[in-house]
């Protein structure tokens, strides 16, 4: 549900509001289920890298509570509105947010934390048409030639600690690029187990989008879950979506 006035939506049955920068990206249905993919715990900390306004990590903390969040974010005014929405919703004590450019963060920078999670832009700069919206071209990634989905998955490595995660939502076409990138550059594998889970627009189509969650130094190989359908032949939600998107359940297994 969305307040066209002041750009507020609410999620998870309107149990967390969000402001948003009017003309920039606007939090989507893929925003929840990367923040019900993440295995995080209570007592445990998350990352959201390119965190907008907060969506994903704000919907985290909800989900999971004795959590805390560090949101990283490129642009000023999506990390004051994701303050704002931190703080509307009473998660500010439990979350910070830095504005910088995810590729610049090194380990001295911030902490190492036990879970990443990240929505990278789904079109590369140099194979999209731009936005006309400035500030939807940069948030969706259009506007630098030079940043790619290892960039990405590089900054999370940097900061995952022990046999932390990572948990990224991005289009099916495009797993064979993330998995290569869980690789280092010279080919050495960095993730230990990986879980690539579907997300079907419906009942008996083919996924448009998936959730990989990869460990750090974890043992285990690759595998392909179930997966979730997200509507039925009506256009309602299935069973299992609903769970999700409106009671904040977390996507299976964790």
Known sequence: MSDENNNLIHVLDKHVQLHHAPGGFRTSMDSIMLAAACPVKAGQNVLDLGCGVGSAGLCVLYRTRGTELLGVDIQADHIELAQKNAALNDMAERSSFLCADIRDLKRNDIDTFDHVICNPPYKEAGT??????????????????????????????????????????HEAEQCDSIMHGLYSARGGRRFGRVEIIPLYPRIGSAAKRVIIRAWKHKKGGSRILYGIALHNTDGSYTSEADAILRGGQALFPI
Not at 133 to 153: C, F, N, T, V, Y
């Open 128 to 169: 999209h048409k731009h936005s006309p919206s400035p500030a939807k071209a940069q948030a969706m990634g259009h506007a630098d030639e030079d940043i790619s989905l290892r960039s990405w998955i590089d900054c999370a490595w940097r900061h995952i600690k022990g046999q932390g995660s990572l948990t990224i939502v």
